[in-house]
């Protein structure tokens, strides 16, 4: 008998994950990887960050986060189609239901609160059926920086900075034709490129200004965001990206694309432009606006105005103390 209940309980479960993990590995599944962990000892709250969990022993109020759906995941980063994608969440979300699986934003119906990241998941989790009193909107927070923006009180020669290590899926080939279009028409505009290998020759980055610069470390990120005058990411799929809060943080306005969230990282327009997605002429024009002397110079100010008032890691602390103290002091 103990043989028995030994297979049923331990044996036969084990045999099953091993079958789901091999379909992630194969893009039939959702990639991210379950997690089951056990209770040992006394916590007022457990915040559950994009992972998959099961929680046993005495197991404290959840808070779940997320920058975005499972599903927009599939579509936009793993170029499944929508049919495909469907029918992939649906069967992670039967998953789920049977091994008692709490996903982020396929099943979540015993999370205390929802933490998102921005106005726009907020909208897609009531359509999903969360209790709006449950589902609050919290963004990521960064540090003020250290590093400075260049005092440029007379720009003489316009930077324009890109930064990403997936070229493409950022939208650097858009931004790449709208600037080079622009410069055939402007003589005081330049580009820098951070993350990525070049695709043009030496002799083309020359005549169109351009400066070309591989991988470098996260910590000199910052620097570089600090010569921009511009920071342009016409990204084609994103949730909450750090690099644009720190663009904003050193006084440097932003052009975005109108994908998800990110024109209302930007105040939907206050400290940057909106541009269509894969759309080379929206994103000309918006450079050429955003190259106006008098709008940089009133646009870096907001810019840091704007990142104080909502990123700030001082702000963002304060609202997650206070969404921490109604979780653990809810009586739900």
């Known amino acids: 008998k103990q043989n028995k209940k030994y297979f049923f309980i331990d044996v036969i479960p084990a045999f099953l994950i091993m079958i789901i993990n091999f379909l992630r590995r194969r893009n039939i599944l959702i990639a991210n990887p379950w997690k089951y962990l056990e209770v040992i000892g006394s916590f007022d709250l457990i915040h559950v960050h994009v992972f998959p969990v099961s929680f046993s022993g005495m197991v404290p109020p959840v808070l779940i986060s997320n920058a975005g759906l499972s599903k927009d995941f599939l579509i936009f980063v793993k170029k499944f189609s929508r049919f495909r994608a ?9 998953l789920c239901f049977l ?17 998102v990241f921005s106005e726009k998941l907020r909208s897609l989790y009531l359509n999903r059926g969360a209790d709006p009193k449950k589902v609050q909107v919290i963004p990521i927070g960064i540090n003020s ?12 020669e316009v930077v324009i900075g890109f930064i990403a290590k997936d070229f493409e899926a950022k939208g650097g080939l858009y931004l790449l034709e709208a600037y080079k279009q622009l410069k055939k028409e402007l003589d005081n505009i330049k580009l820098v490129i951070v993350g990525s290998d070049p695709i043009l020759s030496e002799l083309e980055m020359k005549e169109f200004n351009i400066d070309w610069q591989g991988l470098i470390p996260r910590s000199e990120v910052k620097k570089i965001i600090g010569n921009f005058d511009i920071f342009a990411y016409p990204t084609l799929a994103d949730g909450f990206p750090l690099v644009v809060l720190e663009a904003l943080s050193l006084g440097v306005p932003v052009l975005v694309s109108d994908f998800f969230a990110l024109p209302e990282m930007i105040g939907y327009g206050e400290v940057g432009e909106v541009t269509s997605l894969r759309d080379v002429e929206s994103i000309k024009q918006a450079l050429n606006k955003m190259l106006d002397p008098a709008y940089l110079f009133v646009m870096k100010k907001k810019a840091k105005t704007f990142f104080k008032d909502n990123y700030d890691i001082n702000i963002v602390n304060k609202k997650l103390e206070k969404i921490y103290g109604e979780c653990i002091n809810s009586n739900d």
Not at 101 to 115: N, P, V
Not at 145 to 156: A, F, G, L, R
């Open 86 to 94: 469907r029918i992939t969440e649906q069967l992670e979300a039967l």
């Open 99 to 115: 091994f008692n699986m709490q996903e982020t934003s396929i099943r979540f119906d015993k999370a205390k609160k929802i933490m």
């Open 145 to 156: 920086p250290k590093e400075k923006s260049i005092d440029k009180s007379n720009i003489q």
